[in-house]
């Protein structure tokens, strides 16, 4: 017995010391740091999702302006109803009416986005630590609101999302320090780095210049009445819409502090001598330019996929020896991660830094990862789910604001007000939120490239990074000799019936 724990912990130790290897192995290809925003390796990439997005704006923004108009000071402007009328019922509704309520929720986020970015460098552990525990009974609370107006659909809606949400962060519960940890050394990056804020404030100002001509067009809308079914479809297809462009906004921001977090890390910080000068408007230009064909690509399959192999994964940790419900699970689990393969967040590093096509940036830091053993960390890592339920609680506070001042007055218009409102709150608050996950993909991103990148930054860092990394290795280890051992036993007991 004691002789096989010696030749496991040794086995354990020497896949750790390879890994190690691995990890650094990659320095010769990151150290030339000329290469991160050579001119000569930037170019358009993705070209053909480039134009449908801004053919997507353009006729979204004439649908947009004309829905509003329709109903502007006078019903029916654009006789557009005598289109409809023999499909739904029309109301004599304008769009004035629910356009204010639209502007406040657009301020409520704003100032919701910018208090996290004011308290980023003070208060940031404890903003994310009340996001994690309060959303559950925020939710749930909601849920109790909607049932008491006898919104039964979505009181049951934000009941199932109030469970889920507390289930998941059950799971993952010890994950949670290690998680922390991670924020707050990304919270130090991007603290340092002032012009960062800047950034997401002027994304944040676009992205409300878009909303003032979204929220024209949804109070349109809602001002008519085209039956609940017809009117919600209509909600829906223009949510979807602006789902795409908060996306592509944040994901633009994305590359544009993940250009500057990684140049910073190459250089040994923002001051040194070999920095090169303009670099955040570099990484700018690009970002709006040859790469953002790659990042309105990205943007449309990024978000789902991963918020989806998070609720597997948690669900995954905890389903314990029920062998029909793992086996189930698992095989959602593998397709998951083959999409994610295809389909991840740290694409958009590998764009900022080289300027590839999206799908290439994600396989190739996927497999770097692997590579790597640094996947480990990524899949322990809870960060994005952290910002996620920031975001998701900025969203609920602008919508429930909203919907409040909307129940005065119009009590059936209360869900699709309060609805639309909290997606214009999470947009607004999520702009702030990525300058944070920026630096947390940035910084893995560099682990698994060159760790002395990391070791220079912060050595204290650098070493519960590597800790937990051989911590991680060892579990996967030890569960891959369970499985195995269960497998040889379920074979020695078949072979055992047969005979």
């Not at 949400?165 to 993952?172: A, D, H, R």
């Amino acid at each position: 017995m004691s002789d096989s724990n010696i030749s496991s912990s040794s086995s354990d130790s020497a896949s750790i010391a390879t890994v190690d290897q691995n990890v650094g192995r990659r320095n010769g290809r990151i150290i030339n740091a000329d290469q991160t925003f050579s001119p000569e390796l930037r170019h358009w990439r993705d070209i053909f999702w480039l134009a449908i997005f801004i053919i997507h704006l353009i006729l979204l923004g004439v649908v947009l302006a004309a829905l509003g108009l329709n109903r502007f000071r006078t019903a029916d402007r654009l006789n557009i109803d005598r289109y409809t009328n023999r499909y739904w019922e029309n109301s004599n509704g304008l769009t004035e009416t629910y356009w204010p309520k639209y502007a406040v929720a657009g301020g409520i986020g704003t100032v919701l986005g910018c208090l996290w970015l004011l308290l980023l460098g003070s208060r940031a552990k404890q903003m994310m630590k009340f996001s994690v525990h309060i959303l559950t009974t925020y939710l749930a609370v909601i849920s109790v609101l909607c049932f008491w107006c006898e919104q039964f659909f979505w009181g049951v809606a934000f009941a199932t999302g109030a469970a889920v949400q507390f289930l998941y962060v059950i799971s993952v519960i010890d994950r949670l320090p290690f998680t922390m940890l991670v924020l707050q050394k990304a919270v130090k990056l991007v603290w340092s780095l002032p012009e960062v804020t800047r950034v997401a404030y002027a994304f944040m100002a676009v992205m409300l210049l878009w909303m003032g001509i979204w929220s024209f067009g949804i109070s349109g809308v809602v001002a008519s009445s085209r039956g609940d079914l017809g009117r919600w479809w209509l909600l829906v297809v223009l949510s979807v819409s602006l789902f795409w462009t908060a996306a592509v906004l944040c994901n633009t921001v994305h590359v544009i502090v993940s250009g500057l977090v990684f140049l910073v890390l190459i250089h040994g910080g923002r001051n040194a001598s070999s920095m090169p000068p303009n670099s955040l408007m570099k990484s700018l230009r690009y970002a709006v330019t040859t790469s953002f064909g790659s990042i309105c690509y990205g943007s449309l399959f990024t978000a789902a996929i991963r918020t989806l192999r998070w609720e597997i994964r948690g669900f995954r940790s905890k389903i314990g020896n029920n062998e029909c419900l793992l086996c189930c699970v698992d095989f959602l689990f593998q397709l998951v991660e083959t999409l994610v393969r295809f389909f991840n967040k740290y694409a958009y590093v590998q764009i900022a830094i080289y300027g590839k096509g999206f799908n290439r940036s994600a396989r190739d830091a996927w497999e770097l990862f692997q590579s790597t053993g640094v996947e480990a960390l990524v899949a322990y890592d809870c960060s994005g789910a952290v910002l996620l339920m920031g975001t998701i609680l900025g969203g609920l506070i602008t919508g429930t604001c909203a919907g409040v001042w909307t129940w005065i007055t119009w009590k059936d218009r209360v869900i699709m007000v309060g609805s639309t409102a909290m997606l214009m709150g999470m947009v607004l608050v999520g702009l702030a939120m990525v300058v944070v996950e920026s630096a947390v993909t940035s910084i893995y991103i560099c682990y698994a490239e060159d760790p002395s990148l990391i070791r220079r930054w912060d050595p204290h860092f650098f070493n519960q990074l590597s800790e937990t990394l051989h911590q991680r290795l060892q579990h996967r280890s030890s569960r891959a000799r369970e499985v195995l051992t269960h497998n040889q036993l379920d074979s020695h007991t078949q072979d055992t019936f047969h005979l």
